[in-house]
T-cell receptor, first 112, second 114 residues
């Protein structure tokens, strides 16, 4: 069965302390891997799309990378405003249409 | 460009009742998907509509249904509500072209079933 696993479940960082979040996936045919940020009580906010192994995308302090089996979201010198839940989702396509299969997320807390 | 809008934002219902949630996609987006988010299960796919047709459905009982109108707006309905249906219901829209297909989410409707 297709599966998306994110680790760690929760992460606490001090401001400026860089780290990485992991998303491992098993799908029969990856059509896209997406990263979202979700603040409490709000809908997920789109961050990145990755498709090919070796692909990298950057936005401010965030950098997403993709291999054939996993994706990483690197956070460089985080600030308290980066605190949120980060969600990874895969899109298999074909008979699945555009449906996204989400991981459970990593809850990130950045303290001053 | 306006984002995805969902109404209502909050709902309180009792067991056995039914509920209808509404979603207006981003202008020009033709695909609308619905997801259920709970603390225990996370985000789970409910169904996807494209050109007024349900293209794909997740593993949910038949009490969950939806439809899409010619202007791409979508509604989902849950009949005979159960306590376990309490969740954040999220709508996402996409342009509907080639893969990868990016989806953009609305703020959600928080449904509480008493």
């Amino acid at each position: 069965e297709d599966q998306v696993t994110q680790s760690p479940e929760a992460l606490r960082l001090q401001e400026g302390e860089s780290s990485s979040l992991n998303c491992s996936y098993t799908v029969s045919g990856l059509r896209g891997l997406f990263w979202y940020r979700q603040d409490p009580g709000k809908g997920p906010e789109f961050l990145f799309t990755l498709y090919s192994a070796g692909e990298e995308k950057e936005k401010e302090r965030l950098k997403a990378t993709l291999t054939k089996k996993e994706s990483f979201l690197h956070i460089t010198a985080p600030k308290p405003e980066d605190s949120a839940t980060y969600l990874c989702a895969v899109q298999e396509g074909s008979n699945s249409g555009y449906a996204l299969n989400f991981g459970k997320g990593t809850s990130l807390l950045v303290t001053p | 460009k306006a984002g995805v809008t969902q109404t209502p934002r909050y709902l309180i219902k009792t067991r056995g009742q039914q509920v209808t949630l509404s979603c207006s996609p981003i202008s020009g987006h033709r695909s609308v998907s619905w997801y259920q988010q709970t603390p225990g299960q996370g985000l789970q796919f409910l169904f996807e509509y494209f050109s007024e047709t349900q293209r794909n459905k997740g593993n949910f009982p038949g009490r969950f249904s939806g439809r899409q109108f010619s202007n791409s707006r979508s509604e989902m309905n849950v009949s005979t509500l159960e306590l376990g249906d309490s969740a954040l219901y999220l709508c996402a829209s996409s342009f509907a072209g080639t893969y990868p297909n990016e989806q953009f989410f609305g703020p959600g409707t928080r449904l509480t079933v008493l």
